[in-house]
């Protein structure tokens, strides 16, 4: 093999940093690839005509810059930093085998739009200054304008300015709404499936919860008015876009009646609205309807990244300040950074190119899935989750046991029933957890054979 010497006749300055420089550019263009040895010191001192510390210098620049590592007793090489970098993103707990448990947008432009905005932040010093600064927890003019004008245009109703805050996503958003607006042992009604995470928050808040009946059009408005009676609710937490975890939508003469009931017995609505639903399906939220007894929570997790934690809430003005005093004494104010990111996102076309390709994956990810599992119900939106009713004896719970088993991870009805609320046996599968559709694939032949075992049985 040849022996890679650099020329450093037409560098100036100093000798050493000449030939790291040129010994970098040789790494960064792959001239010298990953792994490849680098000359040893004496024989690049000679070849070169320089001094051995010359050349130790040099090497000892490239270490600096991460280039280079020296291997006990067998000379330098190129640092695989490809490698390391994923080392050190790499998650410190991560399950092995296929997730169709975590409910994500997949990571399709993102990267890209990130990137982009990245640079573009890099030459605004003002914008630079703004967001690395304390302010109030009523956030900046142009990000406040910028969110409101976005809701307005994509839910169809003015929105006034004063009734939006940001918050850290949905979770925080729900965490800031009870301990705002109820107290310990209060109750709260919720779907008698209840999204996971709502429920232990509740939990840990010690308010007590209250499952209402559902059924293929969500709460039964009958049931839901029997526990307004009853319990005197202030609070009712709904999922009505897309019910997490059975996917079925409220229709809109039963959005009507929740409504009046609501008002009726003066209960405070919780619209969650995080959950991703496809631009087909979207229908008016109750907040455009009822917005005098709704906060609605909306958030970019799943429309844009998880990561980002960054969403917010629209809620009556008159209880404006109570949960901004909350969110005060919870975290000061939300990150400027990352609402500007957002906010660049929302006016450039990131966020609305991104719900498209979502859309579009989404739709081929539904497809496959249709193909092992033909679907039953047609009130159920093509959402990122999907709910799989089991055959006897199997429950949620043992099956989602037998198939961690076999390296698929799924949630178990159990995990969302509420209190004394009947759990049927399902799981829910999450059709974005896996990063490429044949990991899907594998996943789904392999929960359909368990299931045909169990029938044959
Ligand atoms: C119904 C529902 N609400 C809220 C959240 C939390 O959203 P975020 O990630 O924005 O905190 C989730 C997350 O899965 C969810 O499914």
């Known amino acids: 093999m040849t022996m890679f010497i650099p020329d450093i006749s037409n560098r100036t300055g100093p000798k050493f940093m000449a030939l790291a420089d040129a010994l970098t550019e040789a790494i960064e263009s792959n001239e ?26 040099a090497y000892q620049e490239l270490e600096l810059r991460g280039l280079i590592e020296p291997k006990v007793g067998s000379g330098t090489y190129v640092k695989d930093r490809q490698s390391e970098q994923q080392t050190f993103y790499h998650p410190v707990t ?12 997949l990571l399709l432009s993102q990267q890209q739009h990130l990137s982009t905005i990245l640079q573009d932040l890099s030459h605004e010093p003002t914008a ?19 969110l409101q004008q976005w809701l307005s245009d994509r839910l169809n109703v003015d929105i006034d300015n004063r009734r939006l805050i940001w918050t850290y996503g949905g979770q925080h958003s729900l965490a800031i709404i009870l301990q705002s607006l109820s107290r310990p042992k209060e109750t709260i009604l919720v779907e008698g499936l209840c999204y996971a995470e709502f429920i232990n928050a509740c939990q840990q808040a ?41 996917g079925t939508q409220i229709n809109d003469s039963r959005r009507l009646k929740i409504i009046e009931i609501c008002r009726r017995y003066n209960v405070l609505i919780i619209e969650d609205d995080v959950l991703y639903c496809p631009p087909s399906h979207r229908k008016t939220p109750l907040v455009a ?28 003005l008159t209880l404006k300040d109570t949960l901004q005093r909350t969110l005060r004494a919870n975290c000061m104010h939300i990150s400027p950074l990352m609402i500007d990111l957002v906010c660049r996102w929302l006016t450039n076309g990131a966020m609305e190119a991104v719900d498209k390709e979502i ?55 159990e995990m969302f029933a509420v209190g004394r609320y ?16 044949s990991q899907l694939k594998t996943g789904l032949i392999i929960i359909k054979e368990q299931i045909a075992l169990v029938k044959q049985r």
């Open 32 to 57: 010298l690839a990953i792994n490849m040895k680098l000359p040893p010191q004496r024989i690049l001192s000679y070849r070169l005509g320089v001094t051995v510390g010359t050349v130790t210098r």
């Open 94 to 105: 991560s399950q092995e085998g296929i997730d169709l448990a975590i409910c994500r947008p």
């Open 128 to 146: 630079q200054k703004a967001v690395l600064d304390y302010y109030s927890a009523e956030g900046l003019h142009g990000h406040n304008k910028t």
């Open 206 to 246: 010690e308010r007590k919860l209250v499952p209402v009946q559902l059924d293929d059009d969500g709460i039964i408005p009958e049931d839901l008015e029997l526990h307004c009676k009853r319990h005197k609710p202030r609070l009712l937490y709904l999922t009505p876009a897309i019910q997490n975890p059975t």
């Open 289 to 316: 309807i009822a917005p005098d007894i709704t906060i609605y929570v909306g958030s970019f997790s799943k429309y844009f990244a998880g990561g980002l934690r960054v969403g917010y809430l629209i809620m009556p």
């Open 359 to 413: 859309a579009l994956e989404l739709s081929a990810r539904h497809r496959l899935f249709n193909q092992y599992f033909p679907p039953q119900n047609n009130a159920v939106i093509p959402g990122f989750n999907c709910w799989i009713p089991l055959p006897e004896p199997l429950t949620g719970y043992s099956f989602s046991k037998l198939l961690r088993n076999k390296g698929i991870h799924v949630r178990e009805a």
């Open 422 to 437: 009947p759990v049927p046996a399902a799981i829910r599968i999450s059709l974005t957890g896996p990063a490429s559709r």
